[in-house]
């Protein structure tokens, strides 16, 4: 039996495919809650819009397995490395090993909330000493501080663990 690969994606954007034997298959387990991201765990699943893709692999049982090219000589060996895509699998526990590195930065840093954008200005103009923080600003306030030469990264608040509690 040919399966489906349907790329699936949770609430909180986390990307992974499924693999059923149907649409109505997907839509029966999804109903159930069993379809679940392999990161997170949530059961709020969305299919996402994507190319077909049947798994067939078993009608070539017989046949030898496939491989990818073989790079023209004078290519590096990295460039041959990214030939290869990495499966559904490894990419989900990418996905999970940088959610907990993102995690593991956040926790050592200073919540320093809504004053967020005046602590960034204060230590980036050695009124206080540096240290890493963590808070909130409007768009506009991140615009501004960039413009300013201020380095920051938005973190969405599912990776900042005492903002979920």
Not at 48 to 59: D, F, G, K, M, Y
Request: net charge negative.
């Amino acid at each position: 039996m040919a399966l489906k690969v349907f790329d699936l994606s949770c609430e909180h954007d986390h990307v992974f495919e499924g693999w059923f034997s149907s649409l109505d298959s997907y839509q029966d387990q999804l109903s159930r809650g069993l379809v679940r991201c392999p990161v997170c765990h949530s059961d709020q699943i969305t299919r996402r819009v994507s190319a077909p893709h049947l798994n067939v692999s078993h009608l070539r049982a017989g046949s030898a397995p496939r491989t990818a090219p073989s790079a023209p000589a004078g290519t590096d060996v990295a460039a041959r490395a990214a030939v290869a895509a990495p499966s559904g699998d490894q990419m989900a526990r990418l996905q999970a090993e940088v959610l907990r590195q993102i995690r593991r930065i956040v926790r050592q840093t200073d919540d320093v909330g809504a004053r967020f954008a005046d602590e960034a200005r204060r230590m980036h103009s050695g009124e206080i000493k540096e240290r890493p923080i963590r808070g909130t600003a409007s768009v506009e306030e991140c615009r501004e501080l960039v413009e300013e030469g201020i380095s920051i990264m938005p973190i969405p608040d599912i990776l900042d663990d005492d903002r979920l509690q």
